[in-house]
């Protein structure tokens, strides 16, 4: 069974930077492609960034330049490093790997509030 556990949410004002991490369970961490994900009050889930095993990255439009997402396999964590935060960013971010169409797993998410 995978676990997805975040950590690092807080309240920052704009400008300001924050590290979450994103500590999964099991023993195909490496394989697989890892995903951060966020979701606004009233607003659909959004695919902020994508990291694949090999290590190629994919980010939106709406954070490429500020945001990064990385991974360290030997620790089975996959992070993502947020600058120059924006009153826009304020959502839940998650973390979040599709092994296979049937086996999608999601950590419990974790705030992040950017003030102005």
């Known amino acids: 069974q995978v676990q997805l556990v975040e950590s690092g949410g807080g309240l920052v004002q704009a400008g300001g930077s924050l590290r979450l991490s994103c500590a999964a369970s099991?023993?195909?961490?490496?394989?697989?492609?890892m995903n951060w994900y966020r979701q606004a009050p009233g607003k659909q889930r959004e695919l902020v960034a994508v990291?694949?095993?090999?290590?190629?990255?994919n980010y939106a439009d709406s954070v490429k330049g500020r945001f990064t997402i990385s991974r360290d396999n030997a620790k089975n964590t996959v992070y993502l490093q947020m600058n120059s935060l924006k009153p826009e960013d304020t959502a839940v971010y998650y973390c979040?790997?599709?092994?296979?169409?049937?086996?999608?797993?999601w950590g419990q998410g974790t705030q992040v509030t950017v003030s102005s």
């Open positions: 990291i694949t095993s090999g290590g190629s990255t």
């Open positions: 979040n790997t599709r092994p296979h169409i049937w086996q999608d797993y």
């Open positions: 099991g023993s195909i961490f490496s394989i697989n492609t």
